[in-house]
C-alpha cells in the first residue's frame, strides 16, 4: 500500500486545491448548466420541510434553542443527548475538530473529501496521508489499515467516500480504532445507502470514535447549514467549549428536528432505494463507453459515481459547451486529471447527460 506522507513544504500538496468544490462548477457562467457537479440530491428541499423551515421564522427574534433538535438527534440514533452535537453543516464540524483536540500526528485517508485536511492545515497541523490505490478499487483494505501509523492520534475517512463512491465496511474501518486515538468517520452521504449499510453511527463500543453527518445531500439544505456530530460526551464537551454562543440559526434547528420524524426518514429511506436504481441506469450507460477508454469505479455505492476518460480535460470543457457541469478530480489527492465526478441525477437527466458525453468524447478525440 503507497502510503504519501505529506508536509507542508511538500510540493505535491500544491498540486492539489483542497479547498475547490463541486459547487464552483455551476457558479458564475456556470449557473444555467445542468448540475452534475454537486452532491446534493435534485428536487430538494420538499415542500413539507420548506413549511418547517418558513414556520421557524416567526421565532427569529428569539435567540435559538438547540434542545429539541439535539434530543431529536439523539432518540434518532439511541443516543443520550451528551453524544451529540448540532453544527453549522459537516464543515464546521471539521474545523472543531482541527482546533479543539489535542491533535499531534493526524492522518487523512485519500482519495476523499478534502476538507478535513484543509482544516487541518489551517489550524497549523501537519497532516499525513494515506492514498488508497485504483488497483485496489480505492477500498480501505488490510494493507491500508497498516499504512497508518500506529501513534497517529486521529485518523478521518469517508463512508460512502467522495468522491470515489466506495462504501467501506464497518469492520475494517473499526480497525483503525485504537485507544488514545481518534477516528472520525464522515458519513455524509451515508442516507443515501439503503438500510444506511456500514454506518457507525449509534455505535458506542468502538474507542475514540466520531462520526459526522450531514443533513444537506439528501434534504438539499446546503444554504441553511445543518450537520451533527455524534461521539463521546468528553469529545462532545471539548468540540462544544470551541463553538462560538448559538452557532446553528433556528430554522437549520427547525429542519434538524424535522428531518428526525418517522415521516422524514421513510422519505430518506425511499429516496435512497431511488438513488441506487438511478445510479445503476448512469453506470450502465456509462459502461458502454469502455471502448472509448471510460472506466468506472465499482461497485459505487454513493449518489455519485467516479469515473476515468481519456483527455477528461477537453472532455469537462465540452460538457459544459453543451449545457453540463461535473466536477474535476485533480483536487482530490490521490487522483489526477483524468478523473471525474458524476452526480447521479434521475433517468431523463443521465439519458440526456450521456447523449451529451457522447459528443465530448468524440470532440475530445479529434
Not at 452535537?85 to 474545523?95: P, R, S
Amino acid at each position: 500500500m503507497h502510503t504519501d506522507r505529506a508536509h507542508d513544504h511538500d510540493p505535491t500538496d500544491r498540486a492539489h486545491d483542497l479547498r475547490h468544490h463541486g459547487d464552483v462548477e455551476v457558479r458564475d457562467d456556470g449557473a444555467q448548466l445542468i448540475d452534475l457537479a454537486v452532491n446534493v440530491r435534485a428536487d430538494t428541499p420538499p415542500a413539507w420541510l420548506r413549511e418547517r423551515i418558513a414556520g421557524s421564522l416567526t421565532g427569529l427574534a428569539a435567540y435559538p434553542d438547540g434542545r429539541a433538535a439535539r434530543a431529536a438527534v439523539a432518540a434518532r440514533h439511541g443516543l443520550p443527548v451528551e453524544r451529540v452535537l448540532l453544527t453549522a453543516g459537516a464543515a464546521e464540524a471539521f474545523v472543531l475538530l482541527a482546533r479543539a483536540l489535542k491533535v499531534r500526528q493526524p492522518v487523512v485517508v485519500h482519495p476523499q473529501f478534502t476538507e478535513p485536511e484543509a482544516a487541518l492545515r489551517d489550524a497549523g497541523h501537519t497532516v499525513e496521508r494515506v492514498l488508497l490505490r485504483e488497483a485496489d478499487g480505492f477500498r480501505l483494505g488490510p494493507g491500508a489499515v497498516r499504512a497508518v501509523p500506529e501513534d497517529a492520534d486521529l485518523v478521518v475517512i469517508g463512508n460512502p467516500t467522495n468522491p470515489t463512491s466506495v462504501l467501506h465496511p464497518a469492520a475494517v474501518i473499526a480497525r483503525l480504532a485504537r485507544p488514545g486515538r481518534t477516528l472520525v468517520v464522515d458519513e455524509a452521504f451515508i442516507d443515501a445507502v439503503p438500510g444506511e449499510r456500514e454506518s457507525l453511527a449509534g455505535r458506542t463500543d468502538v474507542p475514540g470514535l466520531v462520526v459526522l453527518r450531514s443533513l444537506t445531500k439528501t434534504w438539499g439544505l446546503a444554504g441553511l447549514r445543518i450537520g451533527y456530530v455524534l461521539a463521546a460526551p468528553e469529545t462532545i464537551a471539548e468540540l462544544e467549549r470551541a463553538q462560538p454562543l448559538w452557532p446553528v440559526s433556528s430554522p437549520a434547528l427547525a429542519a434538524a428536528e424535522a428531518c428526525m420524524e418517522p415521516r422524514a426518514l421513510a422519505e430518506a429511506a425511499h429516496a435512497a432505494h431511488r438513488i441506487a436504481a438511478d445510479r445503476a441506469h448512469l453506470v450502465a450507460g456509462l459502461t458502454e463507453f469502455a471502448p472509448d477508454g471510460l472506466r468506472v469505479m465499482e461497485p459505487a455505492e454513493g449518489p455519485f459515481v467516479l469515473v476515468r476518460v481519456p483527455n477528461a480535460v477537453a472532455v469537462r470543457r465540452h460538457l459544459r459547451d453543451l449545457g453540463f457541469a461535473v466536477r474535476r478530480g485533480d483536487t482530490f489527492p490521490g487522483l489526477g486529471e483524468a478523473w471525474l465526478r458524476l452526480a447521479v441525477r434521475d433517468r431523463a437527466t443521465v439519458n440526456r447527460f450521456l447523449q451529451a458525453l457522447d459528443q465530448a468524447v468524440t470532440l475530445a478525440g479529434r
